[in-house]
């Protein structure tokens, strides 16, 4: 029932709004609000919800319309729960009815992805979740062609999805299997190859991985503020989710085959971003690049095979989606004062906007992996699991890519709130009590996240094969040999 | 008086050629439009000829429904003839070419 | 739980300064200084429970098994916990007088505040994780605190040159946390030191201390990660004090210290970490000579003297490594806050050049300035005397007679620099009216002459005068330990030595091959003083060479080799080898090879389609008689397939 109601209810809800009457968009934006809201209290308050599923297909392979939580999808639904409740409070403006009604209709979908315990319903989710985007975009981006792309690339890589289940369901005669197993063999190499080249590229395109990238900065850039700190929080997770619940448990064999490839493309993704986001001038495109070099990190520890890191990845799979909903929001909240997202164009709005760039500084401090912060303790668990796994050079690359973090994610914070005031700049309040509202949440998520990671740990741990030796194995400790002078 | 069904057969070909030749050959609407329905008939014939050779209905139902179908031709061929007439008068299929890609 | 309290006022103190702070007004700052001094007076009261037989150590919870996370406090972060906490509730005092005219006085306790329990989260840490979390927020209250003034440019590039230089040292501990993990699993300390022999080769030993040095390299100035710290002096001169000379910078020390079993078990790691130690020692001094700014001279003079630091510990003589720091907070502390005195008194000038016989107006601050000055040049009798001898003559001990070379020839320089600075500044006659280019100066406002836009917004005054008690309270208390905390460690079995005893592994024992007594070895030190001092004086002090100051500063400015103006070039380098390399790799990625390679493949996709779709429509032709004149040919094919594939057969 609750999950159900997490699919369908902000689906059905977000087609309603559209018969608010246009001019009042603020009634749809509190619906919004509270929808966000209730959600998140939906998934916090049952955690244990049971499994809800209807028998849809029986030939030519069987499939149910099945939803329930699993161990990682929970955790992205509360997080998207929570970026929607913030994303539907930054809504303003004379078009918020659409923008709001898009926001619904794109969380509803979302979580139809990653609650789907069904791969054909993670499959039509997955094509459902774009819709939304590419009609914001057709309605706000200033240029007509960035929706085309959107909708390009995500659809030929849906194409491709859909072909994999597909031949899934006719080789396994199900694709009920979402947090089962199945008997080994019921994949053959053969055609095992042909259905993970069909996911993985469906998934390295939503991601996004080097090099089918180019679609992401420009979407990022030209979304309005809300819509995409929903996206990179979340529809971006849905690769790499994809890698996690269909990758890891049907196509081991496949995954480890494709490593090299992958960790290839990881390791440039890393760095080609961390790069590119220490030139770029357009704001949001810094935060965008930056997502394509962390997100990096994250396949990288998911084609890695070590428990350590695949633990870390969930970690930084919320984290990523908590401070880059906080930076777009934050960035967001800038660009609507200044009207201008450039850097060369921005500086020393600190002076008069202390509570926002401290938002912005706590989003960009996770970004770049302050220890105590959230991106800090899933980076930690990822490297130290590459290492512990054996793959030494993909750790150090990724530790160059730690220092130029620090880099690009201060040249973003001081760029905009710090340095002279800029004379020319339109002079606006400080952040509204519905910004910092919309924002306080996300933080808290980091912080705690940062402080004690254990319990996404804990249902990481879950996702391991068959028989998950332990995390970490201790050697015993001796008594008394705290201090090192106890020798 | 029983006809060897070669020779319906025969007819049938012979009105078929007849229609495609109009079809392709003149350039009269109006012309081309009986044509159609003469390769329409040319098929009927066709088929209620096999129908009774082998005793089989489907044939015959078939027929009915060709006849259902080219009434429909009929009909919405002229209304695109009429349409077009109206528009710019004309006697040459050939000088309309409004759907050329 | 007294510990958790330590711990956690200064936290409690920074979040709620920050929240709080404009309804706060003025009593940020006496709030800020309070928590504090609590935190100091209870870890007081912890003493006895941390110098027991098992120290104190107080779980805090855990993320995975083997990840567990705790507070140690033992006798090595004893002493820094005092320090911190001791030292920084002085200079929070002094703060409430020098930053009293700033506009953003709260949030400068706030970040102040935060900084203590940074520190003290990395020191009072029992895991490696933890020193890293704390190790990466001192990095921030650092930053924090550079660019505090935020609307200049050079604060603001220089806290960002701070913190990524110190990312880049964090990303040293991390390597070597990996390294630790892979082979043993946890994090703990106890842990780590359990299974230094059985776990590690030499070569991996060797690679984690590198990784734990890349670390102290960079929080710690040490070449070649130590370009940061000049620049560093962008903050207010409090921060200066507190953070770049008596605490953070020296964590360094204290990584070291704490990391003694695996140093000890790696001779190779303690010859590199020595040799760095010693040539940033000798190498910040040369850099001090060349300086102007009064407190850019006294940031070399404090990385020269971590470089003292550095080079105790890793040669083995780790007590004398940390009473250097001991002594080293206090005068250099004492130093910083003479320095702001001055500062706060001229309205933020800082060049020495346009200061000169302040000794008559402000005999407070020439006083603690002398005292600092007497102290660290290791003069007889008073704080640095003491460490410095120990960490010098300890390089003989353990056999390194060329580590010991450069820290006597190092003495001699650090005695010329600070009486260098001691008579520019305070004798002669005083020169803030004279002209800047009669002083050679080219560029007043990059020359370090503050004009900071909106510090002091209302009045301005030049002339030299008095402190408030809140700031010479703090510095008249700092005396006293500058003058006499030496005394600890007289003597072979003092009251130091006694304390750490069986506290850090004994270095492997090269003692009794030094070639010359200890007395004989002090001596030579002395005598390198007398010369720095000598030459100091005859350049700067003498009653000619005060004459003719003007000429001399003139000249000296002019002539000044550009090696050192530039301090070696490093950050020359830095910039061509790193910097411009990665900003116009990442330009070209982001203006070449995404719009027109990756995007030009897809592209050609699109267009090869349009090609398709171009040929398709090529059939279109719109004329009726075409399209049934190719049904017509269809038709024709289907009957000549089934003609010949049919007919024929029966």
């Known amino acids: ?487 | 008086m029983n006809v060897a069904p070669e020779n319906y057969v025969a007819l049938s070909a012979v009105l078929f050629f007849i229609g495609v030749v109009g079809v392709i050959a003149r350039r009269n609407p109006l012309i081309m439009l009986m044509s159609i329905e003469l390769l329409f008939n040319a098929a009927n014939l066709a088929l209620v000829t096999y129908a009774r050779a082998w005793v089989n209905n489907a044939g015959h139902i078939f027929a009915f429904l060709v006849i259902t179908v080219a009434a429909a031709e009929a009909a919405i061929g002229l209304a695109i003839v009429a349409v077009t007439f109206r528009k710019e008068p004309f006697v040459d299929v050939d000088e309309v070419s409004a759907l050329r890609g | ?650």
């Open chain 1, 1 to 487: 029932m609750t999950v159900t109601a997490l699919v369908l209810g902000p689906l059905v809800i977000g087609l309603l709004l559209y018969l608010v009457p246009r001019e009042h968009g603020g009634i749809a934006r509190l619906v919004a609000v509270a929808v966000g809201a209730i959600s998140f209290g939906l998934a916090l308050y049952d955690p244990a919800a049971g499994d809800a599923s209807v028998r849809w297909l029986s030939r030519p392979f069987a499939a149910s319309f099945h939803l329930g939580f699993g161990p990682v999808s929970y955790w992205i639904v509360v997080l998207l729960a929570l970026a929607t409740f913030g994303a539907a409070l930054a809504v303003t403006g004379p078009r918020s009815r659409a923008l709001a009604a898009q926001l619904l209709i794109l969380q509803g979908a979302m979580n139809g992805v990653f609650l789907a315990k069904d791969l054909l319903l993670f499959a039509l989710f997955w094509d459902l979740m774009l819709i939304p985007v590419f009609l914001v975009l057709v309605e706000f981006a200033p240029h007509g062609r960035t929706a085309w792309k959107y909708l390009i690339y995500n659809l030929a890589g849906g194409l491709a999805l859909l072909l994999a289940t597909a031949a899934f369901g006719y080789l396994a005669t199900t694709t009920d299997v979402i947090g089962k197993s199945l008997p080994a063999g019921t994949i053959g190499s053969v055609w095992g190859a042909w259905i993970f080249a069909g996911f993985a590229f469906a998934f390295l395109i939503k991601t996004p991985v080097f090099p089918f990238h180019t679609w992401m900065p420009e979407t990022y850039a030209e979304l309005p503020a809300p819509m995409v700190a929903v996206v990179s929080a979340v529809q971006s997770k849905a690769g790499l989710y994809g890698f996690l619940i269909v990758g890891l448990p049907f196509l081991a064999p496949e995954m480890a085959r494709a490593q090299t490839l992958m960790f290839a493309l990881g390791a440039i993704a890393l760095i080609y971003g961390a790069l590119a986001s220490l030139v770029e001038r357009d704001a949001k495109r810094v935060v965008a690049y930056s997502s394509l070099s962390h997100l990096g990190l994250i396949v990288l520890a998911v084609f890695s095979g070590s428990n350590l890191a695949i633990a870390g990845a969930v970690v930084y799979i919320v984290a990523h989606g908590l401070f880059s909903a906080v930076l777009f929001l934050a960035l967001g909240a800038v660009e609507q004062r200044e009207e201008t997202r450039d850097l060369a164009r921005l500086g020393g709005l600190g002076a008069r906007n202390p509570k926002l760039a401290g938002a912005l500084m706590l989003g960009a401090l996770a970004a770049l992996g302050l220890p105590g912060l959230a991106g800090f303790s899933g980076e930690i668990l990822i490297l130290t699991g590459l290492y512990r796994a054996g793959f030494v050079w993909p750790a150090l690359v990724a530790l160059v890519a730690v220092v130029l973090a620090s880099a690009y994610m201060l040249r973003l914070f001081q760029g905009i709130m710090n340095g002279p005031e800029v004379p020319d700049l339109p002079e606006r309040r400080d952040m509204t009590w519905t910004e910092a509202l919309a924002i306080a949440p996300l933080v808290a998520g980091f912080v705690l996240l940062g402080i004690n990671p254990a319990p996404l740990v804990a249902r990481a741990a879950a996702l391991a094969q068959p028989a998950p030796p332990a995390l970490v194995s201790v050697r015993a400790v001796p008594e008394d040999s705290h201090a090192a002078g106890a020798r």
């Open chain 3, 1 to 650: 739980m007294l510990l958790y309290l330590v711990w956690l006022l200064p936290l409690v103190g920074g979040v709620g300064l920050w929240a709080f702070g404009p309804q706060l007004k003025s009593w940020a700052g006496p709030i800020g200084s309070a928590l504090v001094g609590v935190s100091f007076i209870a870890t007081l009261f912890l003493w006895r429970d941390a110098t027991a037989a098992r120290a104190l150590d107080v779980p805090l919870g855990s993320w995975l098994p083997g990840w567990s996370f705790g507070l140690l406090l033992d006798r090595l972060s004893l002493i820094w916990t005092l320090i911190i906490t001791g030292v920084g509730f002085l200079i929070h005092v002094y703060s409430i007088g020098y930053m009293d005219r700033d506009r953003a006085f709260a949030r400068f306790f706030a970040y102040m505040n935060f900084f203590v329990f940074a520190m003290l989260t990395l020191v009072l840490s029992d895991n490696v994780i933890g020193l890293l979390v704390g190790w990466g927020l001192v990095g921030l209250a650092s930053y924090f605190l550079i660019g505090f003034w935020f609307y200049k440019p050079t604060a603001v590039a220089a806290a960002r040159k701070a913190f990524v230089m110190n990312v880049v040292g964090d990303i040293g501990i991390m390597f070597a946390i990996f390294l630790i993990v892979a082979k043993l699993g946890g994090i703990g300390y106890g842990l780590i030191f359990a299974n230094v022999g059985s776990a590690f080769t030499p070569h991996e030993l060797f690679l984690v201390c590198l990784g734990l040095f890349i670390g102290c390299a960079a929080k710690s100035a040490q070449i070649p990660l130590h370009s940061w710290l000049p620049d560093a002096m962008e903050g207010p001169t409090p921060v200066s004090a507190l953070i770049h000379a008596a605490t953070m910078v020296t964590a360094g020390v204290y990584l070291v210290a704490r990391f003694a079993p695996l140093w000890s078990a790696s001779p190779d790691a303690q010859e590199l970490v020595g040799a760095i130690g010693a040539l940033t020692a000798i190498a910040g001094a040369i850099l001090g000579c060349a300086q102007w700014d009064i407190k850019r001279i006294l940031a070399y003079s404090t990385m020269s003297q971590i470089g003292y630091m550095i080079m105790g510990v890793g040669i083995g003589a780790y007590d004398a490594g940390v009473f250097h720091f001991l002594t080293h907070a206090f005068f250099k502390a004492q130093l910083f806050l003479g320095a702001g005195i001055i500062i706060h008194a001229l309205a933020d000038e800082q060049d020495v050049r346009r200061m000169g016989g302040l000794r008559k107006q402000m005999p407070f601050a020439f006083a603690a300035m002398l005292v600092g000055v007497l102290a660290i040049s290791g003069v007889p009798g008073l704080s640095g005397f003491f460490s410095k001898d120990a960490v010098v003559y300890g390089a003989l001990q353990t056999g390194h007679p060329w580590l010991y070379a450069v820290a006597v020839v190092t003495a001699g320089i650090t005695a010329y620099y600070m009486f260098r600075l001691l008579f520019v500044t305070f004798f002669g006659a005083y020169r803030g009216a004279v002209d800047p280019s009669d002083l050679g100066i080219r560029h007043p406002e990059l020359a370090g002459t503050a004009a900071s836009p909106g510090h002091h917004p209302e009045e301005e005054e030049p002339h030299p005068h008095a402190p408030g008690w809140l700031m010479s309270a703090p510095v008249a208390i700092l005396i006293v330990p500058t003058i006499a905390i030496g005394w600890l460690d007289f003597g072979s079995n003092s009251a130091w030595k006694q304390f750490f005893a069986g506290f850090f592994p004994r270095a492997a024992d090269a003692a009794g091959a030094a070639p010359i007594s200890e007395a004989v070895s002090t001596l030579l030190v002395l005598l390198a003083v007398a010369i720095g001092f000598a030459v100091a004086y005859a350049r700067y002090g003498a009653p000619a060479a005060l004459r003719g100051a003007i000429a001399r500063l003139r000249t000296e400015t002019i002539r000044m080799p550009g090696v050192l103006v530039n301090a070696y070039y490093f950050d020359a380098a830095f910039e061509a080898l790193l910097v411009r390399p990665a900003r116009a790799l990442g330009g070209w990625f982001d203006r070449t090879v995404d719009p027109h390679v990756i995007d030009a493949g897809v592209r050609e996709a699109a267009i090869s389609a349009q090609w398709l779709g171009h040929l398709f429509r090529s059939f279109q032709t719109g004329l009726v008689r075409a399209y049934a004149l190719t049904l017509a040919f269809g038709v024709a094919c289907i009957v000549a397939y089934y003609a010949l594939a049919f007919g024929g057969g029966r």
